[in-house]
């Protein structure tokens, strides 16, 4: 039996650690690429795969180290899920944010091109390239109208997939993720922020939870399924891009109340800061996955107030072991 081979770049955030996993457990060998040596890999060891892929460095800025990478493993598949994905940093930094989700997206693809087109591409696009909407719910087909520098340059990203797969018969497909969660998920998220403040209110080890905007709605689902899709994309015969969302939205003042509800707090700890709104935002947005579910047979039925239970059990779970761990002598 062939072995199949995947590169994946941004291995050490959350959608590389969970479909490390996933690809592991269909017999794959998983090349997983950081862009330095520093980069945090506690992710893949939270679950328990960091031992099981090969880890290489490269900086995706320059064609030459992904020229390397396709030699070396001649992979069969490539999931690009590197990219600058924090919206509130592309404001900071927005040139830099869209060198490297546009540059790196086009170096892949001319390696791809160049070494072997029969190598299948995975893009992670974004929901965010949709920004002031006309019509909900989102398809595939909706206009696009980005509102801050990370979703132009994702935008700018998927065309560039789109030209490649079109001009040079590749086969590249996007999957356009709306929002989701998952414990793994960095701090500076909005979920993970909530919950773990929520918790630590509920220690006396923080006083209030500001947060920006909360009456703007959004489309969240859970990250583990998500990857399943990811996959489920290079197995088709022919690529396409696919929504990838729980297709019904929620508000970040539902969420917050819940969590709140949940552990126990008084809602009176958390405020909204305008000094944390954003200068432009989406008000409310939310997907139609039936083309996913159809085409890809993709199977998604999660609320997400059940994720909200199962990401705050993992995160009381966890902390309860490390507490546990520190007093052991």
């Known amino acids: 039996m062939n072995i199949k081979t ?103 693809l001319d390696a791809v091109k160049q070494f072997d087109k029969n190598i299948r591409i995975y893009q992670a696009s974004s929901s965010e390239m949709f920004g002031k909407v006309n019509a909900l719910p989102i398809t595939e087909n909706s206009i696009l109208h980005p509102v801050s520098p990370y979703a132009i340059s994702k935008a700018s990203a998927h065309y560039t997939c789109v030209f490649f797969r079109e001009s040079y018969q590749m086969h590249v497909s996007s999957g356009i993720l709306f929002n989701h969660e998952s414990y793994l998920r960095d701090t500076t998220f909005f979920v993970k922020k909530v919950i773990t403040s929520c918790i630590k209110i509920s220690k006396g080890e923080l006083d209030i939870l500001e947060v920006g905007n909360i009456s703007i709605k959004r489309d969240f689902g859970f990250a583990p399924k998500y990857v399943e899709a990811m996959h489920l994309m290079l197995q088709k015969s022919t690529p396409s891009d696919y929504l990838i969302c729980s297709g019904k939205s929620v508000s970040l003042k539902e969420i917050i109340d819940y969590v709140f509800d949940k552990i126990g707090v008084d809602k009176a700890k958390y405020k909204s800061n305008s000094e944390l709104f954003r200068p432009s935002e989406i008000i409310d947005i939310y997907g139609d996955n039936s083309k996913a579910k159809n085409t890809l047979n993709w199977d998604y039925n999660y609320s997400f107030f059940d994720i909200l239970d199962m990401l705050i059990n993992e995160e009381l779970e966890n902390r309860q072991n490390e507490s546990a761990s520190k007093k052991l002598p």
């Open 6 to 108: 995947a590169i994946i770049t941004g291995v050490n955030g959350q959608d590389g650690a969970y479909l490390s996993k996933l690809l592991l457990s269909k017999g794959y060998r998983v090349i997983g690429v950081i862009r330095r040596k520093q980069a945090n890999l506690e992710k893949l060891r939270y679950l328990k795969v960091l031992d099981k892929i090969t880890i290489e460095i490269a900086n995706l800025l320059h064609k030459k180290a992904i020229d390397v990478l396709l030699e070396k493993y001649k992979p069969q598949e490539f999931y690009n899920l590197a990219a600058q994905s924090s919206v509130y940093e592309s404001f900071i930094s927005p040139k830099a944010t869209f060198e490297f989700n546009t540059l790196s997206v086009f170096n892949i």
